[in-house]
Structures are given as structure tokens and as C-alpha cells.
């Protein structure tokens, strides 16, 4: 993690994290005990891993995020390694059990509430049956809320480089699981995932609309250093209307969307060690100060933690703190942002606001 450790004091701060891919959280021993018993084999193109150590070694990159640009042809791109993950998962309680990894690593780190990304159609275009899926994450988030103390609602995306009817297709497939009046509850939101090359939010309006009628959130993607970039912020604030935008770190570069951030009082979910592996320190953790000294709404994240040299939501927490030279007292604010752009329950938010009020700053 660049030679840093995290700090007692981040360590210790309770946590809300918004802006974390579910599938991005399988560890490789997960995934290995899973391929034995789904008998999947663990490959990448032409190279089989064989062994648990071998597969092991095959995270020691930094993968490649944006396929467009080519790249090193010996590993795979980001999305490559991600969705090869997905492929040990096909039983309801392989869903199950990522899960509980995830939420009982939350419970570690001190996150006290997650609404994690998930998406169906990575799985059922694979022939994995939708309920698999749904069911797996709905009973992980009902045990872990019991036996952790770590509660979450989940966030329905479309995955944006698949055909926009697919995924308008998948929603109504999972709706019965949303939390709505006669809704099973597992998910309160609607978001994009997957590669936003020439693929912008307005692509999804329809999508996002009838979310909307059907009582639900809204968030996009709006990746950091795309092509595009700036005109998919623009469609997210004006014209989709969403009430996150998940990354939108160049937001700084336009002051109109800058306006429109803060009139609208839209937060960005950000993940620093995601951009920082691409950017240099120099160059990219001034941006955080730029965006609090501006009174941009932003909270810290982990994203894709496993595929990202795993680095979790603390160790992003001590970069920004770090690297970022940020106070104690900005940290907690930036706690007490998440808390702010979540949308749990009035009494969950209420219970971890009182626990950010008894922090003790040096």
C-alpha cells in the first residue's frame, strides 16, 4: 500500500462504505474453494492455474483498467480478471458466501453499514439462474445484519457495455427482490457498472426513470479519466438527475459542473487507491482539498479491493488521510459524509452519527 500502515486512528473510525462491487470483493481462497467444488478451472486465455499459489501470484499486477487502450497482452485487463472471477459462482450459496466474506471483513474494519454494487446479468448470461443470485445476497444480508451487526442495502446496476434492452430486462427480473411495498428488500437503488467506454448515462434514462417511479435511488458511474468524461457528469447531473455519482473526480475540471454538483448537492463516492495506481501521488490526492475547500460532498471507498492489490475501504481511508494530509477532524467529516449520502434507514444513520460524535481527535 505504498509503504504506508494504517493508523489506530483510522483503524478505528466507524466506517459507511457506498462504492464497493460486490464480485470485486471474491478473495482468491474463495474463489479456489469454489472452483473445486463447481469443478470450474481457474484460467486466464491460454494459461490454466493449477495451483492455489499460482493463482495467487496472478493478482500481483496492476491490471490494465481501460481495455481500449491496449496494454500488457500477458495479464488480463481489469475487466478480464473480474469477470473471470464471477465464474466459480453458480449456486445460491456461492453468492451467499461472497457475501458474508465481504460483510464479515466490514464488521473487521469497523464499516458499520455498505450498500454494495451487484448485477445479474454477469451471472445469468453464463446460465446461472437470476434467484441464485438474489437469494444468496438477500440471505447474506439478513445473517450478517444478525451475526455482524453490519447492515446494508444493495444497488441494482446495468451493466452499461451490454445492449440497454438486456439490462432493462434484468431489472424487471429482479425487482420482486427490491425494497418497495410488496418487495423482498434487498436492494433500494439503481446504478451502472462495467466498462464506460462510449457508453454514457443517457443510454440508461429510460432505466433510471422507471427506477425512479418505482420508488427507488439512483447513482452512475461517471469513471475518472474516461473518454467522455465530463459530458457523462454533465448527463448525470442534468439530465438523468441522479442523487450520487460514483468517481466523478473530474468534476474539477469544469466549473458549470462544479455549480451543478453543489447546487444540486450531489456527494461523489471516491476510491483513491483505484485512481492512484494510474496517477501520481503529486498529481491526484491534492484534488481531494480542492473538492472539500469548494464544499464538494465526497466520501472514501474501496471499489474493487481484491483486483486493486487488495486495498480495502481502510486502506483507502489512510491514503486520503495520509497522502491526502488530511486532519483527523476531516476524516471524521468525511465519515460523516458517507453517512449523510447513504440511504439507510433514519435509525441506522442516527445510531453511527452518535458513534462519529463520540470520536476522540488529537
Not at 108 to 133: C, K, L, S, W
Not at 233 to 242: L, N
Request: proline content about 4%.
Amino acid at each position: 500500500m505504498n509503504g504506508l500502515e494504517i493508523s489506530p486512528f483510522i483503524a478505528g473510525l466507524p466506517k459507511v462504505e457506498l462504492h464497493i462491487h460486490i464480485e470485486g470483493t471474491l478473495q482468491p481462497a474463495l474463489r479456489w474453494k469454489l472452483a473445486q467444488r463447481n469443478k470450474v478451472p481457474l484460467r486466464f486465455r491460454d494459461h490454466e492455474y493449477n495451483t492455489y499459489e499460482a493463482l495467487l501470484e496472478s493478482y500481483r499486477v496492476t491490471y490494465n483498467h481501460r481495455p481500449e487502450l491496449g496494454g500488457r497482452k500477458d495479464v488480463p485487463t481489469f475487466l478480464e480478471a473480474y469477470f473471470a472471477g464471477c465464474e466459480v459462482l453458480i449456486h445460491e450459496e456461492d453468492f451467499y458466501e461472497l457475501a458474508m466474506d465481504y460483510l464479515k471483513r466490514c464488521r473487521e474494519m469497523n464499516v458499520r453499514y455498505a450498500e454494495p454494487f451487484f448485477d445479474i446479468q454477469a451471472h445469468t448470461r453464463r446460465g446461472v439462474p437470476a434467484e441464485h443470485v438474489l437469494n444468496g445476497y438477500l440471505r447474506a444480508q439478513q445473517d450478517a445484519a444478525a451475526q455482524y451487526g453490519v447492515r446494508s442495502n444493495w444497488i441494482f446496476c446495468f451493466i452499461r457495455d451490454e445492449p440497454v434492452q438486456d439490462g432493462e430486462a434484468a431489472y424487471e427480473t429482479a425487482l420482486p427482490w427490491a425494497k418497495r411495498p410488496g418487495g423482498k428488500g434487498l436492494f433500494h437503488a439503481v446504478g451502472l457498472a462495467s466498462n464506460a467506454y462510449e457508453r454514457p448515462p443517457s443510454l440508461f434514462a429510460d432505466g433510471f426513470a422507471r427506477a425512479k417511479k418505482d420508488g427507488l435511488h439512483v447513482t452512475t458511474h461517471c469513471d475518472f479519466g474516461q473518454k467522455d468524461t465530463h459530458e457523462h457528469i454533465r448527463q448525470a447531473i442534468f439530465d438523468v438527475e441522479v442523487e450520487r455519482i460514483d468517481h466523478g473526480l473530474d468534476v474539477l475540471d469544469k466549473e458549470e459542473l462544479m455549480a451543478g454538483l453543489v447546487d444540486k448537492g450531489i456527494g461523489l463516492t471516491l476510491c483513491p487507491h483505484a485512481y492512484h495506481r494510474r496517477t501520481a501521488t503529486e498529481v491526484l490526492f491534492p484534488k481531494l482539498r480542492q473538492l472539500l475547500d469548494r464544499g464538494v460532498k465526497f466520501c472514501i471507498n474501496s471499489d474493487d479491493p481484491v483486483y486493486m492489490h487488495d486495498v480495502w475501504i481502510d486502506g483507502n481511508m489512510e491514503k486520503a488521510y495520509h497522502l491526502g494530509c488530511l486532519s483527523e477532524k476531516e476524516m471524521v467529516q468525511l465519515a460523516r459524509n458517507a453517512v449523510d449520502m447513504c440511504w439507510a434507514d433514519e435509525d441506522v444513520k442516527k445510531e453511527i452519527y452518535g458513534e462519529l460524535d463520540g470520536v476522540q481527535i488529537s
